[in-house]
């Protein structure tokens, strides 16, 4: 009887105790460090990409997610500091913007999920064993930058008759763009097309870089991107536009900036899915478990007022193929 009485005396407070418990769990807010080598507003449109990702997965900011966004602004020695502060507010997860981001991520910690948006090759930069396994604690998307170097090129060649040289654009301050070149290099090779390397490390480089091209006399201009180029792609467009210099991007935004074409996967698109990573790994999914996943559409953006001004007529056939065509 005693027994009894105590049960049921204490029945209440287990039972409060329990919806506790329970409100704690329901309440628990995540939080996501953003790791961006670029500048805020460079990735305005593809941050809230992942945001509007996040939102249609049921999160929302300051009610049960919170954003650390950590920014270098195109200083990628800013990077490893930036990573390190992430970690010291023991953020949940860390979401990267490029290879060079998750790097600087790795380095600071081996325990907290990192996920890629745009990786360029995470098993050749030995950030993941396999794209399939990636072991570890890093996961997320793959760009292919370096894989469709041959047929941005080949695209390039068709919109220019006659085409026979091209410089390359790109970042020699970042290491992994060097790989990206010796791609770009090798299948330019297999086009017949000879390759300028314009080599640039600051925004200083950039008016040295476009009047070594003119003075080469290079026939058009593909443009690597990375955290630089992309903070800068209004600059660049205009050097290319005043170089009457045909160019080709690996990102659509540099077309809708005034650049002549661009052709790959949809940076928004990425920026939007890599939130599933988020949501699975804030379930209890491990990052060593889940593949790393490759772009299966791609877009060509062709900007037919680009072309008029620098006096290219773009082929019929090449512009039944793009997916955009900006008049």
């Known amino acids: 009887m005693k027994r009894k009485i105590v049960i049921w005396l204490l029945a209440p407070v287990l039972l409060a105790t329990v919806h506790l418990a329970d409100a704690q769990q329901a309440a628990k807010v995540a939080r996501i460090g953003l790791l961006v080598a670029g500048s805020p507003s460079s990735f305005s449109n593809n941050i809230e990409a992942f945001r509007q990702g996040l939102r249609e997965l049921g999160y929302v900011e300051k009610k049960n997610i919170i954003i650390e966004y950590r920014y270098a602004d195109g200083k990628l020695d800013l990077l490893p500091e930036l990573a390190a502060e992430l970690v010291r507010?023991?953020?949940?997860?860390?979401?990267?913007?490029?290879?060079?981001?998750?790097?600087?991520?790795?380095?600071?910690?081996?325990?907290?999920?990192?996920?890629?948006?745009?990786?360029?090759?995470?098993?050749?930069?030995g950030l993941v064993a396999s794209l399939a396994r990636p072991g570890g604690n890093i996961t997320g998307l793959t760009s292919l930058s370096r894989e469709l170097s041959g047929k941005r090129l080949e695209l390039l060649k068709e919109a220019v008759r006659g085409l026979s040289r091209v410089a390359i654009l790109w970042n020699a301050a970042n290491p992994d763009k060097a790989r990206d070149v010796e791609e770009t290099q090798l299948q330019a090779k297999?086009?017949?097309?000879?390759?300028?390397?314009?080599?640039?490390?600051?925004?200083?480089?950039?008016?040295?870089?476009?009047?070594?091209?003119?003075?080469?006399?290079?026939?058009?201009?593909?443009?690597?991107?990375?955290?630089?180029?992309?903070?800068?792609?209004?600059?660049?467009?205009?050097?290319?536009?005043?170089?009457?210099?045909?160019?080709?991007?690996?990102?659509?935004?540099?077309?809708?900036?005034?650049?002549?074409?661009?052709?790959?996967?949809?940076?928004?698109?990425?920026?939007?899915?890599?939130?599933?990573?988020?949501?699975?790994?804030?379930?209890?999914?491990?990052?060593?478990?889940?593949?790393?996943?490759?772009?299966?559409?791609?877009?060509?953006?062709i900007n037919l007022k680009t072309a008029k001004n620098i006096g290219l007529t773009i082929p019929p056939e090449l512009l039944v193929r793009a997916n955009k065509v900006i008049k």
């Open 89 to 125: 507010l023991k953020v949940d997860i860390i979401v990267t913007q490029s290879t060079l981001d998750a790097y600087a991520a790795r380095q600071s910690t081996s325990t907290i999920p990192i996920v890629m948006t745009a990786s360029g090759d995470a098993v050749g930069t």
């Open 190 to 301: 297999t086009l017949g097309l000879e390759v300028q390397s314009l080599e640039i490390r600051g925004p200083s480089d950039f008016d040295g870089a476009f009047q070594t091209a003119t003075k080469k006399r290079a026939g058009a201009l593909f443009t690597l991107a990375d955290s630089l180029t992309i903070t800068h792609q209004s600059r660049i467009v205009g050097l290319a536009a005043k170089s009457r210099l045909p160019a080709m991007h690996e990102q659509r935004e540099f077309v809708d900036a005034g650049g002549l074409m661009a052709y790959g996967p949809s940076l928004l698109g990425l920026f939007r899915h890599v939130a599933t990573y988020v949501d699975k790994i804030l379930k209890g999914a491990r990052p060593a478990d889940l593949p790393v996943e490759q772009p299966m559409q791609f877009e060509l953006i």
